[in-house]
């Protein structure tokens, strides 16, 4: 019988629905810790330093696929992605846009940094951390790769490491003898960790990692310098005397400055484990990539493969599973 159009509900009905409502809440409650305990995608490395390009680059294409591909072979896991926007760093542009674009699909590996060049006209400070807040809302984890034919240490360069520093995206910067200068002992560097101690800066190129020894002249900013590392390099001694100061390990220079001196390498390894960065600059399909050998013939202890290889660069761009 119903009373007022309702259906009369019994008190046995009532508890069997309350016991089954609750099951649903518990149940979506295990399925949410599951899921926020899902582990990260399988691989050994973090890769801090790939790019993707298009089609009328001189050197043969990489698109995101492709990119994927190579890294399920190399048991890599995730990736930055690093646009090239300054007329200094490549053969065309790669923006951020088409960055962000290219890796839309495949966020929980492929990671987008964003750039900016620091002498773009009409481009203020306030304006300068309004685009990069846009930048990291659409996804940017980061500013790089920073390859623009100016002192480490021009006024603008450090313009805008503050506004990184301000928005909170680290920075991956180029430095040789032709993008972001600087002199033997890295001063200019070393101004610019003073003067922005909020910032984070991730060195790459030849003219940092050529840095690891002492006893350099400024044309070894722009080599793979050969032979025993000589001490009183610039890079342990910023190390030793910064936080916010990291390396990246990709291309020829990383390679060349641990290989050139195995023994040394090594210990560096071991002695700034929490300051490394593993990369590759893959870049062009089928490139020859000496990291992975290289770092196998130092058989490192397990806790510091996990830092250089995967754990520092999650931590560092605050990525969780």
């Known amino acids: 019988m119903a009373i007022n159009n309702y259906d009369v509900i019994t008190r046995r009905t009532f508890h069997q629905r309350a016991l089954g409502a609750g099951a649903a809440l518990l149940g979506a409650s295990t399925l949410a810790r599951k899921a926020a305990a899902t582990p990260f995608p399988k691989g050994k490395y973090f890769d801090f330093h790939t790019h993707i390009t298009q089609a009328w680059s001189f050197k043969e ?56 060049d620091p002498r773009t006209i009409n481009l203020s400070s306030p304006r300068k951390r309004e685009m990069l807040q846009k930048y990291k809302d ?25 506004a990184c520093a301000e928005v909170g995206l ?34 790459h190129a030849q003219g940092w990692w050529a840095s690891i020894s002492g006893g350099l002249e400024q044309a070894d900013l722009q080599k793979y310098p050969e032979g025993k590392v000589q001490p009183d390099g610039a890079i342990g001694r910023l190390f030793d005397t910064y936080p916010n100061i990291y390396g990246d390990v990709s291309a020829g220079s990383g390679a060349n400055a641990f290989s050139r001196d195995p023994e040394h390498g090594r210990e560096f390894c071991l002695k700034y484990a929490d300051r490394l960065l593993f990369g590759t600059d893959y870049l062009a399909p089928a ?4 990291q992975f050998a290289l770092y196998d013939s130092f058989n490192l202890p397990e806790e510091v493969q996990a830092k250089i290889f995967r754990d520092n660069a999650r931590k560092l761009l605050g990525l969780t599973a």
């Open 287 to 290: 490139q020859e990539v000496p």
């Open 61 to 116: 294409k990489l698109y995101t696929t492709e990119l994927l591909k190579w890294m399920d072979t190399m048991g890599i896991a995730q990736a930055v992605v690093l646009p090239l926007i300054s007329p200094e760093s490549w053969d065309h542009p790669i923006t951020t846009d088409f960055v962000l674009r290219e890796t839309m699909a495949y966020r929980d590996r492929l990671i987008p940094f964003c750039s900016i």
């Open 138 to 162: 659409a996804g940017c984890k980061g500013l790089g790769e920073h390859k623009v034919g100016i002192p480490i240490d021009d006024p603008r360069n450090l313009d805008m490491f503050h």
């Open 170 to 203: 680290p920075i991956l910067f180029h430095l040789d003898n032709s993008r972001n200068t600087d002199k033997p002992g890295l001063p200019g560097l070393e101004k610019v960790l003073k003067e922005v101690p909020d910032g984070i800066f991730i060195g």
